[in-house]
């Protein structure tokens, strides 16, 4: 899954998806709940132009439920329709559904209007790697494989999935780069697992997570590490972990101590905790 971003890959990838894009009625931009704004493609915006578009906040199961709220409001202030879902456990799905719906309402009005009958409404799944899209397209589509829409002999058709009388499904979602620019963000990419572990340094994210966690979260540590509130909050995010290394009986294995830290907060054993902030974008 490990994907390398070069030029030539980002150019293909957003024309892929520009390709797709008048095929559709609605795009859905699936984001990851922990980090809704570091997990979006920088040129989002300009890919989608005009198309009316959803945000879907997948894996909130492993979010910060409060922050996640915030940030919907936060998006549909922006005047674009969010909802937070879980395609792991198929929680949200309905409700993006009636949003999608609602989004295409007015148009399907006047459509009937000239006499024109309803149809399903097309959707296409647009996001960077690992954000949930199979997952989500698994969920949509379940057992229900059916394909219409197919053209016999015409080898690169798309293919379109039904989800149900109401909704197709593009077969393949539109994978997009991640951010590069800022540091922090790559660095919750990794974090989160988005970005894959090869190309980054566990100590260096583990110092990111325990820096954050001293600021926001003391206890969670406390609890976790066996530390005490003390350690927690009167040390560098260095010797933190120093302490935290020894309390794991890893001498000094900082990588592997690092890796454990990483490894908790993805399986939410570090509680649910969202590292992007609303203040990050509305004080810009
Ligand atoms: P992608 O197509 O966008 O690349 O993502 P994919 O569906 O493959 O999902 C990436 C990982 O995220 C998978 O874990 C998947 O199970 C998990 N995932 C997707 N949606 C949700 C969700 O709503 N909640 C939770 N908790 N997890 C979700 P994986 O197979 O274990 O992959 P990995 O952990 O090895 O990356």
């Known amino acids: 899954n490990i994907i390398q971003w070069f030029p030539g890959h980002m150019a293909k990838a957003r024309r892929e998806a520009t390709e797709k894009m008048h095929l559709v009625d609605v795009v ?3 984001v990851d709940a922990r980090i809704p704004e570091s997990s979006r493609n920088p040129m989002i915006n300009e890919i989608v132009g005009n198309k009316p578009r959803i945000i879907a906040l997948n894996k909130s199961d492993l ?9 919907l409001d936060y998006y549909e202030s922006q005047n674009i329709p969010a909802v937070a879902i879980d395609s792991q456990h198929n929680k949200g799905l309905r ?16 459509q009937k209007e000239r006499g024109v009958k309803p149809r399903a409404i097309r959707l296409m799944i647009l996001g960077i790697p690992n954000v949930g899209k199979s997952t989500l397209i698994n969920r949509f589509v379940g057992k ?3 394909q219409t829409g197919n053209k016999p002999g015409v080898t690169k058709a798309q293919r379109w999935l039904k989800i149900n009388k109401d909704f197709e499904l593009l077969d393949t979602p539109g994978i997009l780069w991640p951010k590069f620019e800022d540091p922090n963000v790559g660095t919750k990419l990794g974090i989160t697992g988005a970005i894959k572990d090869t190309l980054l340094y566990m100590d260096d994210l583990a110092l990111f997570l325990l820096a954050y966690y001293q600021e926001n979260h ?3 540590l406390v609890n976790r590490y066996n530390v005490t509130q003390d350690d927690v909050l009167n040390n560098t995010p260095v010797d933190l972990l120093i302490k935290i290394t020894e309390k794991m009986n890893l001498r000094d294995d ?3 101590a690092s890796q454990r830290i990483i490894f908790d907060y993805r399986k939410n054993n570090l509680g649910s905790v969202t590292l992007d902030k609303v203040e990050q ?3 810009e």
């Open 254 to 256: 900082y990588e592997a």
């Open 28 to 30: 859905i931009e699936l």
């Open 63 to 71: 979010a910060d439920s409060e922050v996640t709220n915030l940030w």
């Open 218 to 220: 003391v206890d969670i």
């Open 281 to 283: 974008v509305t004080n």
């Open 144 to 146: 229900n494989q059916a």
């Open 95 to 110: 409700k993006l559904q009636q949003r999608i719906q609602a989004i295409m309402a007015d148009y399907f009005e006047k």
